[in-house]
């Protein structure tokens, strides 16, 4: 099975070295689900040795070495922080080395500018420090505003931003792998975006509940509504649907609300209505153009449902790349949002309330309060007939 695995590869990269298939989008299916059959280090070891087999003819197939050496630029540039390992640089400079001994200064110069710009971004993401609690950008000498002091604009605005961060952050292989493993290890980014809507929703509702007055209840309801509103202008489905999910949610739902506020609700269930498979929200996404924050958790649902329900090979034990391709249909628009930026203002002491969702309560005591605020209703039991 390893040989024929290998076989198969060596066939697809016979094909994406091909001069006049390599701008095709085959190849960017390839270099983005190709983690699913072949590791990063074994896929760059095989385009090392077609680059260097072909470099030494003399004839019209050394074009097909220049074109194995983009393809290994291009699988380069998009490893993620964990892929890079020492092994896998030092194969690179041992590269450049060798390179600057045959007089290409050229292929030698754009590998090593490469490389070092990799391995600039990897240091940089180890060296972020930690973030800071916003509460600490602020005097805090003064009354602190609440929820309600801000315009809801504003507020859609900043946990635009926040979102944004985090998404930027997720690495295209991170979410294929996922679907496979479950693996935190080998999605950290995934998970902490993942962690960050749990903490939203969470903290949405615990503001609602933590009201003594039901008037500020209904207040806080009512300013959730319009934050939602202006999330999904900002095309922030993500936070469109924490929030939506935290409104939606068994210990909040079961309050008594304003007629207009359980209508509002109800127009805005409409767009991730499972019955016809998400249906609403898919059309609303397809007809979107970027800056957008998409909802991963349908993005992760769908990898995992082609994952089981395909297999990884075919009966004559070639890649079955019918799967990429549904893998690469679905992570390609992924890509295409974080191609784009919004280009919001940090406002300190938007971010100082929100303080990274971490004041939230947990499961059972949002149901306590719940409860406290809408006891249920206590049957008392009949008398026995003897």
Known sequence: MVYVISHMVCASLTELSH???????YQEAFLTTYRTFISPRDLIDKLLYRFQKFQQVGDSRKKLSRNAFSLLIRVIDELGHSELDDEVVERQVALVYELLCQGE?????????????????????????????????????????????????????QMTLLDAQLFQKIEIPEVLLWAREQSEELSPNLTTFTEHFNKMSYWCRTRILTQDDPKEREKYLMKF??????????KNFNSYLAILSALDSAPVRRLEWQKQNIEALQEFCQLIDSS?????????????????????????????????????????GSINFAKRWQQFNILDSMR??????????????????????????????????????????????????T
Not at 122 to 127: E, L, P, S, V
Not at 353 to 382: A, C
């Open 225 to 234: 509504i319009k934050i939602m509103r202006w999330l999904r202008k900002l």
């Open 19 to 25: 001069p006049l298939l390599a701008e095709f989008i």
């Open 105 to 157: 200064l050229n292929l030698a110069r754009i590998l090593r500018r490469k490389v070092l710009e990799k391995c600039e971004k990897k240091k940089a993401a180890q060296d972020q420090p930690a973030p800071v609690s916003a509460v600490q950008n602020i005097d805090l000498s003064s009354s602190t505003p609440d929820l309600l002091s801000f315009k809801s604009h504003d507020i859609a605005e």
């Open 276 to 316: 016809s498979s998400f249906r609403a929200y898919r059309q609303a996404l397809a007809e979107t153009e970027p800056p957008c924050i998409p909802y991963l958790g349908l993005i992760l649902q769908d990898l995992t449902f082609i994952n089981i329900g395909n297999q990884d090979m075919l009966p004559d």
């Open 336 to 385: 295409r949002f974080k191609m784009s930026q919004y280009g919001f203002k940090r406002s300190d002491k938007i971010q100082a309330l929100m303080n990274n969702f971490d004041d939230y309560r947990g499961e059972e005591v949002l149901w306590q309060l719940s409860q406290k605020i809408k006891p249920r209703p206590t049957h008392k039991k009949q008398d026995s007939v």
